[in-house]
């Protein structure tokens, strides 16, 4: 079997980051150097890599591009403009909270360190961020594969694999040591329109890692649950709010909404990285809206007619109570969930 920490989204090599280019997968396996924090930047915009915890990874490293640049410079204001950059990265995406949650840790070291040591310590903090993501990846998977019988059919949504991570993944994370485990019989990937994570990324990931997939269509879900094909749907989340509200890839709610109707239980996994305690419930958090022509592209025409227009709001809201257990690296999380989440913070 191939080794899936072979797939690494997010790398330092050469006093230099290191993404693979997500957008070209799965056709080619391309891989960009960057030198620049308004680089990381953009590739966070852009797609180059995104899931929550691999754009954390990436904006911690970004950060160090940043102070390695404004300490070179060595003038007065160093710290005043490398607390802007580390605001252009924060604002690069809007919903993942775990690209804020880096950029906060990244601060309070600039905050706490003398400048003579910054650099090194902050290179140490992304290392340590990076490192601490794989490790919750393996966690829970072991946790969340614990909770599976036998013969279980999965369903995924998007991608919350080692591409969407420092490697292994969350949700796929959890399906990789459920396979290994014996106890899976087939997951399902769906699409996950607009932008295809899931034909793209999903089931190129799976398919290298030799667990038997199926790519379905987004609306297919709903027959596959009532075929007793699906026993679990298994997701990652973007953000989850102090009352367990889950923010994940638009489609998830729709998924979750169809879990109870049939039956099927729903498993959300994320590290406590991606836990936002100062937001009370996911109508609070800021929902990301991407261009029309991610929506539009697959008509294969230039511009829809006059009169139509195109919402591509990229991630829903989940309420709590249709999420039947969060798996997060200190254990797994069942209703009522603002209690259980604020244990999280002891
Ligand atoms: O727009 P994306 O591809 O960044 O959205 C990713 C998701 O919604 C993932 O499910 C989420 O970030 C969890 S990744 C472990």
């Not at 367990?244 to 239980?265: C, E, F, P, Q, W």
């Not at 800021?286 to 230039?302: K, M, Q, V, Y």
């Not at 829903?316 to 254990?331: Q, R, S, W």
Request: aromatic residues 6%; proline residues 3%.
């Amino acid at each position: 079997m191939v080794d899936t920490r072979k797939i690494e989204p997010v790398s330092w090599s050469n006093d230099r980051l290191v993404l693979m280019d997500q957008r070209l997968l799965p056709g080619k396996e391309e891989y960009l150097q960057l030198e620049t924090v308004a680089e990381a930047a953009r590739a966070i915009t852009d797609l180059v890599v995104r899931g929550a915890p691999a754009i954390g990874v990436t904006a911690a490293y970004g950060a160090v591009l940043a102070a390695r640049a404004r300490l070179d410079q060595n003038s007065d204001d160093w710290k005043s403009l490398l607390l802007q950059d580390l605001d252009m990265l924060a604002a690069a995406r809007p919903t993942a909270v775990n690209l804020a949650w880096a950029v906060d840790r990244m601060r309070l070291c600039i905050e706490t360190t003398q400048p003579s040591e910054l650099l090194g310590s902050m290179f140490e903090l992304a290392c340590l961020i990076h490192r601490q993501d794989i490790e919750a990846n393996y966690l829970m998977g072991d946790l969340g594969a614990e909770l599976m019988d036998a013969d279980s059919g999965i369903l995924t949504h998007c991608n919350a694999g080692a591409l969407a991570t420092a490697g292994y993944g969350t949700a796929l994370g959890v399906i990789r040591s459920a396979w290994k485990a014996g106890k899976v019989s087939r997951v399902f990937a769906d699409e996950t329109r607009p932008w295809l994570q899931g034909a793209r990324l999903t089931a190129w990931e799976l398919a290298r890692s030799e667990i038997p997939v199926t790519l379905i269509a987004d609306s297919a879900a709903a027959t596959f649950m009532r075929e007793g094909k699906v026993q679990w749907v298994v997701v990652g989340a973007d953000r989850i709010t102090a009352n367990g509200d889950v923010i994940n890839k638009i489609g998830t709610y729709s998924l979750a909404v169809l879990a109870r109707a049939h039956g099927v239980r729903f498993m959300v996994v994320a590290p406590t990285s991606t836990v936002d305690h100062q937001t009370a419930s996911g109508d609070k958090v800021s929902i990301e809206a991407r261009d029309w022509s991610e929506i539009w592209a697959a008509t294969g025409s230039e511009r829809p007619p006059e009169g139509v227009t195109v919402s591509n709001r990229v991630f829903d809201v989940t309420p709590a109570e249709l999420v039947d257990v969060i798996v997060t690296e200190k254990g797994c999380l069942t209703a009522p969930f603002g209690q259980a989440i604020a244990s999280l913070k002891e």
